[in-house]
């Protein structure tokens, strides 16, 4: 605005300077006008470099915070810090509440294992029938009876003096499965053996067979006395499950 000001001023004592007073015509004053420009610009441009050296349309550049200047804006270190000795009710009541919520957790942890390796036992009902005992006194020799164990048949047999003479005398090379007859007794006079064929789990007639033992109608499996195959497909002898004698006439299966 000064330097607008300032041409205006120069240009009005230029055209009072140079311009004739009284009346002037047109031609005179274009050609006056046209050799006044050159020196008139001039003075226009001195005046405003010298008017530009004070003038400033920009902002001195600030210098940035360093990071150490900003300081920390988190107060909550010294806000809720605990003063051991002024306030030491605090101090003991922020233990006791860490104390509480720990055990807390370690009581919950501890009942879902004991319910866990709870659940992985056996039941009450599955171990009544872990193990039976059965009363034999009322058993003839020379006659079978058939029990239930776990849900499987079992052969009991009050076997005779010549049965037991018999299975003592037959010869290992005779035998599919070798077994001798005193290792599937525990007393010779007593045959306990499952009743489940071994070739197909089919469950043997008892007193039948070539050998008077046991006979598997459905593939034609033939056991001896001692519950040994002497005939047939089946590979295996007759299993003799975990038994005892709890009496003189009482045998406790399992």
């Known amino acids: 605005m000064n330097a607008f000001r300032l041409a205006s001023r120069l240009s009005s004592r230029a055209s009072s300077q140079f311009l004739p007073r009284g009346g002037v015509s047109a031609a005179t004053n274009t050609s006056t006008l046209r050799a006044v420009t050159p020196a ?36 909550g270190f010294t806000d809720d810090r605990v003063d051991r000795i002024a306030e030491p009710e605090r101090r003991a009541f922020t233990y006791l509440l860490l104390s509480g919520v720990r055990f807390a957790y370690a009581s919950t942890a501890r009942v879902l294992v004991v319910k866990f390796v709870s659940s992985m036992s056996a039941s009450a009902d599955v171990l009544a029938l872990a193990s039976a005992e059965f009363d034999v006194s009322a058993v003839g020799m020379g006659k079978t ?110």
């Open 40 to 75: 008139f610009q001039q003075q226009l441009t001195a005046a405003a470099n010298s008017n530009n050296k004070y003038i400033s349309t920009t902002l001195p550049k600030q210098k940035e915070p360093e990071l150490y200047e900003l300081g920390s804006v988190d107060h």
């Open 145 to 254: 009876i058939t029990v239930k164990w776990r849900g499987k048949p079992v052969f009991i047999r009050h076997r005779t003096p010549a049965e037991i003479s018999t299975e003592a005398a037959v010869p290992m090379s005779a035998l599919r499965d070798e077994e001798t007859d005193d290792d599937r007794t525990l007393q010779s006079e007593w045959l306990v053996v499952l009743g489940i064929c071994t070739h197909l789990g089919c469950v043997p007639i008892s007193g039948a067979g070539d050998f008077n033992g046991w006979f598997c109608p459905c593939h034609g499996s033939h056991y001896d006395v001692s519950g040994r195959i002497r005939k047939g497909p089946a590979p295996l002898n007759l299993e003799v499950p975990p038994y005892k004698f709890t009496g003189d006439a009482k045998i406790l299966i399992g």
